[in-house]
T-cell receptor, first 114, second 114 residues
Framework: GAVVSQHPSWVICKSGTSVKIECRSLDFQATTMFWYRQFPKQSLMLMATSNEGSKATYEQGVEKDKFLINHASLTLSTLTVTSAHPEDSSFYIC??????????FGQGTRLTVV | AQKITQTQPGMFVQEKEAVTLDCTYDTSDQSYGLFWYKQPSSGEMIFLIYQGSYDEQNATEGRYSLNFQKARKSANLVISASQLGDSAMYFCAMRGPTGNQFYFGTGTSLTVIP
């Protein structure tokens, strides 16, 4: 069964509204989670590192005020896309590292902003 | 900085035949991990195989094997006895310097022909 649960799997929202995506680790605690974005027919690009108990670390070019990350507990990280615009439409996916050689991914969230 | 290169945007293979998906990488780290993931149209990332930089043996997982040539910095995925269900995007990835985040190649779309 899944060890990382991501919700919702898809969402359509109006331009200007905010959308929250949850990433939940089901089987183990995670002090760190990662958020990726994938545009159609492109690769996954790391957006930010979610850290439990401290601020998220954003990759260069990712607007921290637009993509709010909250690592609320050792099993939950949320990504909020604020004031979403059509160019934010993408596939967002989280991952949770486990040990040195494993990483589990959520099912992904397909966001469409209309 | 880590860089992953997949030069084959699309590949076709006859059912039951073997296929090799290419991946080269660049890193200044001495210790690193290489991964292959499968992404079907549903979007989930499915872990296939892992190779550590110090592993002397090529990794194998069922029908998947990784042809690791460290001097050439290549980590090609070999899928034997292709099945129709193997049709998907395949991503090569490297574990980042902190050991947890991933850097992905651009992916190869594999189509298995009946």
């Amino acid at each position: 069964g899944a060890v990382v649960s991501q919700h919702p799997s898809w969402v359509i929202c109006k331009s200007g509204t905010s959308v929250k995506i949850e990433c939940r680790s089901l089987d183990f605690q995670a002090t760190t989670m990662f958020w990726y974005r994938q545009f159609p027919k492109q690769s996954l690009m790391l957006m930010a590192t979610s850290n439990e108990g401290s601020k998220a670390t954003y990759e260069q070019g990712v607007e921290k005020d637009k993509f709010l990350i909250n690592h609320a507990s050792l099993t939950l990280s949320t990504l909020t896309v604020t004031s979403a615009h059509p160019e934010d439409s993408s596939f967002y996916i989280c991952s949770v590292p486990q040990g040195g050689t494993e990483a589990f991914f959520g099912q992904g969230t397909r966001l469409t902003v209309v | 900085a880590q860089k992953i290169t997949q030069t084959q945007p699309g590949m076709f293979v006859q059912e039951k035949e073997a296929v090799t998906l290419d991946c080269t990488y660049d890193t200044s780290d001495q210790s690193y991990g290489l991964f292959w993931y499968k992404q079907p149209s549903s979007g989930e990332m499915i872990f296939l195989i892992y190779q550590g930089s110090y592993d002397e043996q090529n990794a194998t997982e069922g029908r998947y094997s990784l042809n690791f040539q460290k001097a050439r910095k290549s980590a090609n995925l070999v899928i034997s006895a292709s099945q129709l269900g193997d049709s998907a995007m395949y991503f090569c990835a490297m574990r980042g310097p902190t050991g947890n985040q991933f850097y992905f190649g651009t992916g190869t779309s594999l189509t298995v022909i009946p």
